[in-house]
């Protein structure tokens, strides 16, 4: 008993660690993964700084006017049109006399994109008054960490490709300069502590001459105190007519607080995303007494009907690695996705399990937000999902379950409830969503058949 209980001890800690809010791993994974624009439906909330100036929102990039380099770089990254963020966002970005911006749209909805055009249709005097003009940087853009600038620089150079008279630089630790370099290239792309180094201690870069500063990811950005005053200290060095914009994919209260003291009197765009719903989904829960009997359970499932592909959640690493191997000894192409991998390696294996080399995804939260896969049939909650304190985490068994059922296609999650305990989870995120979810009885082959039907 006192081993077990100091085992479920050491799970709960490990479970709880990988559940620390590693944003910026979440955040990179998601662009690693995501080849396309996330498919919602939204409602666009305006708040302008003069609401007597006419809003318009473009629905073509040619409206834009922008540079045919520029546009024939949009054009060759795939994009047709601009999505519901660039629609609205870019047309302020641009305008003359500049605006800040606060905007908040969720996830792969384009932001990136939205203001690499905007820093790229930068009227560089660099390049408008060669011969009267130092050359300098005049965009700013700082990104939460070093992979994550990396990632928006490679947006830069890809969005870029016909207009290589803009450069770009990478203010990231590693970066190695002599005394005395004054950067000559137009947009800096970096994270907030080698920024400021740069834009301080060394003067790598004047800070007077910028005129667009771009805070990204500001909801990551503030998940480390550090960086949160960093980017304060920066945007404190800027002049008072440099544009300012900042963008995050959620907006609780402290990203709120932060945004409006990086962006004085901005125009605010928000992008609601529609509430997402389990009308789609059918839920069953089923009762066993052991993590045993529940891989029983599901043996039985897989013998009664045909699966697609499955995600199957579990609460550890521990759990997680035990299933995918007794699901593999049972002829299961299986794939494993946990805490302690590489971003790159999870990335892999979200690849291959989406392009269907493996059928079944045994996971733990990693990767319950923003994987888009779309013959997932069935979700399984091999363990319910709980917060730290062992609370149901309803948020989390939305975003699970919501990964089978898309775009209207009917989707089936099952739950396993193997004590009392988890029983009164079930029942409270029940009551939470005010959804029955009916007993499967797995040993009945027909009941189970029904299911599918
Ligand atoms: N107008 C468009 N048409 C087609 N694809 C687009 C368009 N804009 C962006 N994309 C693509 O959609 C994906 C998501 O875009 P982007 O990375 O800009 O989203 P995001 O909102 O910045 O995401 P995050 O919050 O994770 O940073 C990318 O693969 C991007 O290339």
Known sequence: MATDSWAQAVDEQEAAAESVNDKAAQSLLNKLIRNNLVNTTNQVEVLQKDPNSPLYSVKSFEELRLKPQL??????????????????ALPMMLAEPPQNLIAQSQSGTGKTAAFVLAMLSH???????????????QCLCVSPTYELALQTGKVIEQMGKYYPEVKLVYAIRGQKLQRGTKLQEQIVIGT?????????????????KIRVFVLDEADVMIATQGHQD??????????????????SATFEESVWNFA????????????????????????????????EEKFQALCNIY??????????????????????????????????????????????VIERFRDGKEKVLVTTNVCARGIDVEQV?????????????????????????????????????????????SMNILNRIQEHFSKKIERLDTDDLD??????G
């Not at 009941?447 to 599918?452: P, Q």
Request: a positive charge; one cysteine or more; glycine letters at 8%.
């Open 71 to 88: 546009l024939q770089g949009v054009y060759a990254m795939g994009f047709n049109r601009p999505s519901k963020i660039q629609e609205t």
């Open 447 to 452: 009941e189970i058949e029904k299911i599918a």
């Open 192 to 208: 907030p502590g080698t920024m400021l180094d740069w834009c301080g201690k060394f003067k790598f870069i004047d800070p007077k």
């Open 260 to 291: 409006q003291r990086i962006v004085p009197d901005p125009n605010i765009i928000k992008l609601k995303r529609e509430e997402e719903t389990l009308d789609t989904i059918k839920q069953y829960y089923v009762l066993c007494n052991c993590k």
């Open 303 to 348: 013998g009664a009907i045909t699966i697609a592909q499955a995600m199957i959640f579990c609460h550890t690493r521990k759990t997680a690695g035990w299933l995918a191997g007794e699901l593999s000894r049972e002829g299961h192409q299986v794939a494993l996705l946990s805490g302690e991998m590489q971003v790159e390696q999870r990335a892999a």
């Open 377 to 421: 049939s069935v979700v399984i909650n091999f363990d319910l999902p709980v917060d730290k304190d062992g609370n149901p985490d309803n948020e989390t068994y939305l975003h699970r379950i919501g990964r089978t059922g898309r775009f209207g296609k009917r989707g089936l999650a099952i739950n396993m409830v193997d004590s009392k305990m």
């Open 230 to 247: 960093q980017s304060i200290r920066i945007q404190r060095m800027l002049p008072k007519n440099c544009q300012m914009l900042l963008f």
């Open 123 to 137: 009227k560089y005097k660099s390049l408008h008054f060669m011969h009267k003009c130092d050359p300098h940087n």
